[in-house]
T-cell receptor, first 112, second 111 residues
């Protein structure tokens, strides 16, 4: 399917476990982003990537790791999940900096 | 730091009425402004992107205006329908590549 897809859509994990959220885009967009959405905080940037092998921290990077070995994939890993990481996670992409952003459908993660 | 505000937080209108959604931002040095729609439990759908050099952008029943000097954008939705019920978010790019989002306006269109 064309566009930007996230998997899984829903995930329940236990505190302390490692979990990886996947993001795949078919447009060959240079920029990719991970946001989390929480009530009272809105959307906050976790990490972003300007190109393959180039990543940088956003507002709330602690406890998360990203990689980008291929342009089309941008996985987000929670190294040791905590309850405070219960959230809805969105992946987004842009063809170039400051152009139209496209979002995935989101992953609802619950840490118990 | 760019601050984005959307007022009102919620809006309820009867079907057929025109919708007016407001977005304000503190730093007028923006590249563009983007309006999104979010349905409950869903992702963000891009509605309109208005470039800093534009005054307005139109797509079907949607029209977005931009006044950089006053730090404001308005999204107009003509002849609202129940299917327009959703949360509408505006966002502007910040210097550190992220998008700064408003908290959104939740719209309910009553049949």
């Amino acid at each position: 399917d064309a566009g930007i897809t996230q998997s899984p859509r829903y995930k329940i994990t236990e505190t302390g476990r490692q979990v990886t959220l996947m993001c795949h885009q078919t447009w060959s967009h240079s920029y990719m982003f991970w946001y989390r959405q929480d009530l009272g905080h809105g959307l906050r940037l976790i990490y972003y990537s300007a190109a393959a092998d180039i990543t940088d921290k956003g507002e709330v990077p602690d406890g998360y790791v990203v990689s980008r070995s291929k342009t089309e994939n941008f996985p987000l890993t929670l190294e040791s999940a905590t309850r405070s990481q219960t959230s809805v996670y969105f992946c987004a992409s842009e063809s170039r900096s400051n152009t139209e952003a496209f979002f995935g459908q989101g992953t609802r993660l619950t840490v118990v | 730091k760019q601050e984005v505000t959307q007022i009102p937080a919620a809006l309820s209108v009867p079907e057929g009425e025109n919708l007016v959604l407001n977005c304000s931002f503190t730093d007028s040095a923006i590249y563009n402004l983007q309006w999104f729609r979010q349905d409950p439990g869903k992702g963000l759908t891009s509605l309109l992107l208005i470039q800093s050099s534009q005054r307005e952008q139109t797509s079907g029943r949607l029209n977005a205006s931009l006044d950089k000097s006053s730090g404001r954008s308005t999204l107009y939705i003509a002849a609202s329908q129940p299917g327009d019920s959703a949360t509408y978010l505006c966002a502007v790019p910040a210097n550190d590549y992220k998008l700064s989002f408003g908290a959104g306006t939740t719209v309910t269109v009553r049949a």
